[in-house]
């Protein structure tokens, strides 16, 4: 028989991970694993649009949920910013979320628009581009290292 804690903790529980604020982030500190964890996406692109890497580069994001296999980001493109060409290290899928992003892997070359999304599997290559300033949720399984192949 299975255990529902509800309304109280599960004492077996897996222990909760936060990420901190930085000097680029200030208003970065955030829980990014936890057995449940509900993401404000709105929220999450309203601060990534307000930082000054935003204001400064072609691109931001934050990661919101982070595992050994499965990460989630929160991000923005200005106009013509492009993920370089590269080989997915993992599983991945990108939503549109608003705007316009083409997207070029080795099967084919179709334009996103917000509601849209992209399946790429791992060892696939793909390539990027914003087509006008666009926002997305990226998910990657597999990804136990630091750049995730995220350029």
């Keep these: 028989m299975k255990l529902l804690y509800i309304g109280r903790?599960?004492?077996?529980?897996?222990?909760e991970k936060h990420q901190d604020a930085t000097i680029n982030r200030?208003?970065?500190?955030?829980?990014?694993d936890a057995p449940?964890?509900?993401i404000d996406v709105q929220s999450y692109l309203n601060q990534v649009?307000?930082?000054e890497t935003?204001?400064?580069?072609?691109?931001?994001?934050?990661?919101?949920f982070k595992t050994t296999d499965l990460r989630v980001v929160v991000g923005a493109l200005h106009k013509e910013a492009e993920f370089l060409?590269?080989?997915?290290?993992?599983?991945?899928?990108l939503q549109v979320l608003g705007g316009n992003l083409q997207v070029m892997t080795d099967e084919l070359t179709e334009e996103l628009r917000?509601?849209?999304?992209?399946?790429?599997?791992?060892?696939s290559n793909y390539r990027f581009v914003a087509l006008e300033e666009t926002t997305y949720i990226l998910?990657?399984?597999?990804?136990?290292?630091?750049?995730?192949g995220i350029h």
């Design 26 to 32: 200030p208003k970065g500190a955030r829980t990014i």
């Design 85 to 93: 060409p590269h080989k997915a290290e993992g599983n991945m899928c």
């Design 139 to 148: 998910t990657m399984t597999d990804v136990n290292n630091e750049n995730n």
């Design 49 to 51: 649009k307000t930082e």
């Design 36 to 38: 449940s964890l509900v």
């Design 9 to 15: 903790k599960n004492p077996t529980a897996m222990e």
């Design 54 to 64: 935003w204001q400064k580069y072609d691109r931001n994001s934050i990661t919101v």
């Design 114 to 123: 917000a509601g849209q999304m992209v399946a790429i599997h791992k060892n």
